[in-house]
């Protein structure tokens, strides 16, 4: 094994290391009065049967898919070794991390029952648990097969197999995500309809039945969905940037295959630094604190990017586009935070639509969701043509774009510790007001919460960017792959042809595009069977329980997380079909290339989409925050009906197909690279 493998398994078994010292830290802390342990006690206990039925349900597909992918690809049965693995490590990096949220989360609402600062603190600490799975599992698995399978300076072609973990990543972050999507709203949607609407009790109300599987998809979608997401977009951007090395071998030799590794490890130190920031930040303002973390992993990735670029790879241009890369994702959280921000005109203008009727409130979110679209694809293209240009604008470019991606993907870690940071101060606000604690917590821990609105905003704005800067990674990934296949060697940008005007190429691009389309469907269609089902059974509690609005009795909690999870489990299974099958359809009907156009199409329709679902349903969110903080008179109002309806409509966009969407877009372009050769031989076989 060369040495320079060694970087970064260290890096990864250090940042294990961090993780364990964390999580003895944190349980450790006081859960606080038994009151506080029974609600907790119920969030822990439905988000764990949930999860365990949902990964018993990952590997009734993933076990035939391994076997399938072993003997379809034979001899080459890496890929299905691999598979396993990236399937494997995604479930533990996911399972692990909610579980150290649903652990964090009661302790977070005791430690604000004496300050805020540390109740900060220990969320923050709780998100970075999983922050640093995600960054340190996947560089570990990754390199860890690449030793495993023989690969080094003598052999680096053997990364090709490493194709199975991307995709074993894949399968288990699209069936986490829809699946957690679906619990969530659901649960969400039916205590909002009728507890806040019909009822007129508060949000967190221990009267609502629906209330528990409420904070229970606070964890399933927020954090397991959401890990699961970046955990993909990791990997895949790794293994099919080593696989592009091979092509410019004769450029960098064997560097070009070890750089990812080395900035993957960058990631992992940048997301320990900035965890250990926020202990020294005790005086500045929530989101100021979060920010400085932000800001010390960027600084100390910037530093590392150039030390790697210019004294290992001795190219200079690759600093420039690793930093690239990091500027687009800082670019692409403002234009995020513009649109769904409280502070920014488009939220107001929502709430201010409200005065009208829900039907305005509805239009405007649409508006200012299909606006926001442009904005944020734009930075994304200009930060791909200005990647490509440094370069030079020649096949070396397309190294320069994978930098690119490589520099945005590696603040993920920090962006997903503070994006679980919001799950676990929502659940700790929810505890607080279940728990009858002081109003002095419940602000302190409303306070908290509204912070975490805006990191989760910041990361799903984030996903989008690496969700499209990672699937242009994989096409080239693929060019290359199929061109090596066809002994085509890549000397020039203009040695990768794909006919355009080919009527082939144009069903290729038309059939792609739907792809997003019917995914969509079928998730906001899943969300609203399960979402009736969940206000017929709070309205059937109501109506049959005495006692309850009095609270002299208690909600049958355990049906409603029932509701969600038996319609997310069996909900979740037909889009993920969508996602594996179409590519392996349209790869053997129409070959390689045609594959290659329908990828295309399906990647820009799906980032569009998901952009426009994501920020419209995040600003009809915070248009009813507004509305609740006093704006246009408060809770109670017709205002305030209006704006709940429209975040209602919102919910699935943000929180299940939007974000389904950026792993959608990634598994049909990580499925077409793996089945390649079987498109390939297939092909042959039919001249």
Same mark, same amino acid.
């Given at each position: 094994?060369?040495? =320079?493998?060694?970087?970064?398994?260290?890096?990864?078994?250090?940042?294990?290391?961090?993780?364990?010292?964390?999580?003895?830290?944190?349980?450790?802390?006081?859960?606080?009065?038994?009151?506080?342990?029974?609600?907790?006690?119920?969030?822990?206990?439905?988000?764990?049967?949930?999860?365990?039925?949902?990964?018993?349900?990952?590997?009734? !597909?993933?076990?035939?898919?391994?076997?399938?992918?072993?003997?379809?690809?034979?001899?080459?049965?890496?890929?299905?070794?691999?598979?396993?693995? $990236?399937?494997?490590?995604?479930?533990?990096?996911?399972?692990?991390?909610?579980?150290?949220?649903?652990?964090?989360?009661?302790?977070?609402?005791?430690?604000?029952?004496?300050?805020?600062?540390?109740?900060?603190?220990?969320?923050?600490?709780?998100?970075?648990?999983?922050?640093?799975?995600?960054?340190? &599992?996947?560089?570990?698995?990754?390199?860890?097969?690449?030793?495993?399978?023989?690969?080094?300076?003598?052999?680096?072609?053997?990364?090709?197999?490493?194709?199975?973990?991307? !995709?074993? +990543?894949?399968?288990?972050?699209?069936?986490?995500?829809?699946?957690?999507?679906?619990?969530?709203?659901?649960?969400?949607?039916?205590?909002?309809?009728?507890?806040?609407?019909?009822?007129?009790?508060?949000?967190?109300?221990?009267?609502?039945?629906?209330?528990?599987?409420?904070?229970?998809?606070?964890?399933?979608? /927020?954090?397991?969905?959401?890990?699961?997401?970046?955990?993909?977009?990791?990997?895949?951007?790794?293994?099919?940037?080593?696989?592009? *090395?091979?092509?410019?071998?004769?450029?960098?030799?064997?560097?070009?295959?070890?750089?990812?590794?080395?900035?993957?490890?960058?990631?992992?130190?940048?997301?320990?630094?900035?965890?250990?920031?926020?202990?020294?930040?005790?005086?500045?303002?929530?989101?100021?604190?979060?920010?400085? %973390?932000?800001?010390? +992993?960027?600084?100390?990735?910037?530093?590392?990017?150039?030390?790697?670029?210019?004294?290992?790879?001795?190219?200079?241009?690759?600093?420039?586009?690793?930093?690239?890369?990091?500027?687009?994702?800082?670019?692409?959280? @403002?234009?995020?935070?513009?649109?769904?921000?409280?502070?920014?005109?488009?939220?107001?203008?929502?709430?201010?639509?409200?005065?009208?009727?829900?039907?305005?409130?509805?239009?405007?979110?649409?508006?200012?969701?299909?606006?926001?679209?442009?904005?944020?694809?734009?930075?994304?293209? #200009?930060?791909? %043509? %200005?990647?490509?240009?440094?370069?030079?604008?020649?096949?070396?470019?397309?190294?320069?774009?994978?930098?690119?991606?490589?520099?945005?993907?590696?603040?993920?870690?920090?962006?997903?510790?503070?994006?679980?940071?919001?799950?676990?101060?929502?659940?700790?606000?929810?505890? %607080?007001?279940?728990?009858?604690?002081?109003?002095?917590?419940?602000?302190?821990? /409303?306070?908290?919460?509204?912070?975490?609105?805006?990191?989760?905003?910041?990361?799903? *704005?984030?996903?989008?960017?690496?969700?499209?800067?990672?699937?242009?990674?994989? &096409?080239?990934?693929?060019?290359?792959?199929?061109?090596?296949?066809? $002994?085509?060697?890549?000397?020039?940008?203009? /040695?990768?042809?794909?006919?355009?005007?080919?009527? #082939?190429?144009?069903?290729? !691009?038309?059939?792609?595009?739907?792809?997003?389309? @019917?995914?969509?469907?079928?998730?906001?269609? +899943?969300?609203?069977?399960?979402?009736?089902?969940?206000?017929?059974?709070?309205?059937?509690?109501?109506?049959?329980?005495?006692?309850?609005?009095?609270?002299?009795?208690?909600?049958?909690?355990?049906?409603?997380?029932?509701?969600?999870?038996?319609?997310?489990?069996?909900?979740?299974?037909?889009?993920?079909?969508?996602? =594996?099958?179409?590519?392996?359809?349209? *790869? !053997?009907?129409?070959?390689?290339?045609?594959?290659?156009?329908?990828?295309?199409?399906?990647?820009?329709?799906?980032?569009?989409?998901?952009?426009?679902?994501?920020?419209?349903?995040?600003?009809?969110?915070?248009?009813?925050?507004?509305?609740?903080?006093?704006?246009?008179?408060?809770? $109670?109002?017709?205002?305030?009906?209006?704006?709940?309806?429209?975040?209602?409509?919102?919910?699935?966009?943000?929180?299940?197909?939007?974000?389904?969407?950026?792993?959608?877009?990634?598994?049909?372009?990580?499925?077409?690279?793996?089945?390649?050769?079987?498109?390939?031989?297939?092909?042959?076989?039919?001249?």
């Amino acid at each position: 094994m060369d040495v =320079l493998l060694l970087i970064p398994l260290g890096v990864g078994a250090l940042s294990l290391l961090v993780v364990a010292i964390i999580y003895y830290s944190i349980t450790k802390e006081d859960t606080g009065t038994p009151k506080m342990r029974e609600i907790a006690g119920y969030i822990e206990e439905g988000a764990n049967a949930f999860l365990k039925r949902e990964f018993k349900t990952i590997a009734y !597909f993933s076990v035939p898919i391994a076997v399938t992918l072993l003997v379809a690809l034979w001899p080459r049965h890496e890929i299905a070794v691999g598979f396993m693995l $990236g399937s494997l490590f995604s479930g533990i990096a996911t399972y692990i991390g909610m579980k150290a949220a649903v652990k964090t989360n009661v302790r977070v609402t005791n430690a604000a029952r004496s300050s805020v600062r540390r109740a900060l603190t220990l969320a923050f600490g709780g998100g970075g648990i999983t922050g640093l799975l995600i960054v340190s &599992l996947n560089l570990i698995g990754v390199t860890m097969l690449y030793v495993i399978f023989g690969g080094g300076p003598h052999n680096p072609e053997v990364v090709s197999e490493l194709v199975g973990f991307g !995709f074993g +990543a894949s399968l288990t972050a699209l069936f986490a995500q829809v699946g957690g999507g679906i619990f969530t709203k659901a649960a969400d949607v039916g205590a909002d309809l009728v507890g806040k609407v019909e009822i007129g009790i508060p949000e967190d109300d221990p009267r609502n039945p629906a209330v528990i599987a409420d904070l229970v998809g606070d964890n399933v979608g /927020d954090c397991a969905g959401r890990g699961a997401d970046l955990f993909e977009s990791g990997s895949d951007n790794l293994v099919c940037m080593m696989i592009l *090395g091979l092509t410019f071998l004769p450029v960098y030799g064997w560097k070009a295959v070890v750089f990812p590794l080395l900035i993957r490890s960058t990631g992992n130190l940048a997301t320990i630094a900035g965890i250990a920031a926020i202990r020294f930040t005790g005086g500045m303002k929530p989101i100021n604190r979060i920010n400085f %973390a932000y800001l010390t +992993a960027g600084v100390l990735s910037l530093i590392v990017f150039y030390c790697v670029s210019v004294y290992f790879m001795r190219d200079i241009r690759l600093f420039y586009c690793l930093t690239l890369g990091l500027v687009t994702a800082l670019v692409v959280a @403002i234009v995020t935070q513009y649109y769904t921000s409280e502070s920014w005109q488009p939220v107001k203008d929502i709430a201010l639509a409200s005065k009208s009727s829900p039907a305005v409130n509805i239009m405007i979110g649409l508006a200012y969701g299909l606006e926001s679209a442009v904005p944020s694809m734009t930075i994304v293209a #200009l930060s791909i %043509a %200005a990647a490509y240009l440094i370069f030079g604008g020649d096949i070396l470019g397309i190294f320069g774009v994978a930098a690119a991606a490589m520099g945005l993907t590696e603040m993920k870690g920090i962006i997903m510790a503070s994006d679980t940071y919001g799950p676990i101060v929502d659940n700790a606000a929810g505890i %607080a007001e279940m728990s009858h604690l002081e109003r002095e917590v419940e602000e302190a821990m /409303d306070k908290l919460d509204a912070v975490g609105n805006i990191t989760k905003a910041i990361t799903k *704005g984030f996903a989008m960017a690496a969700g499209i800067l990672t699937t242009v990674v994989i &096409l080239f990934a693929y060019v290359s792959e199929a061109a090596r296949y066809a $002994g085509i060697e890549l000397n020039s940008i203009n /040695d990768i042809v794909v006919n355009v005007v080919n009527p #082939l190429s144009i069903a290729g !691009f038309l059939t792609g595009a739907t792809i997003p389309f @019917i995914f969509s469907a079928m998730i906001i269609r +899943a969300v609203s069977k399960a979402a009736h089902e969940m206000v017929e059974e709070v309205r059937r509690q109501f109506r049959e329980i005495p006692g309850i609005l009095e609270g002299e009795a208690k909600p049958n909690y355990a049906q409603c997380v029932d509701i969600s999870t038996k319609h997310a489990l069996e909900k979740m299974i037909l889009p993920t079909l969508v996602g =594996l099958v179409t590519p392996a359809i349209v *790869g !053997f009907l129409g070959g390689p290339w045609i594959l290659a156009a329908f990828m295309v199409a399906a990647s820009i329709v799906g980032a569009l989409l998901a952009t426009f679902m994501f920020n419209a349903g995040g600003a009809w969110d915070n248009a009813k925050k507004l509305i609740e903080s006093g704006f246009l008179g408060g809770k $109670g109002t017709p205002e305030h009906a209006a704006a709940v309806i429209g975040d209602t409509v919102g919910d699935p966009l943000k929180d299940s197909a939007g974000p389904s969407l950026h792993i959608l877009i990634k598994l049909v372009s990580i499925v077409s690279i793996t089945l390649l050769p079987l498109f390939i031989q297939y092909a042959l076989l039919m001249r």
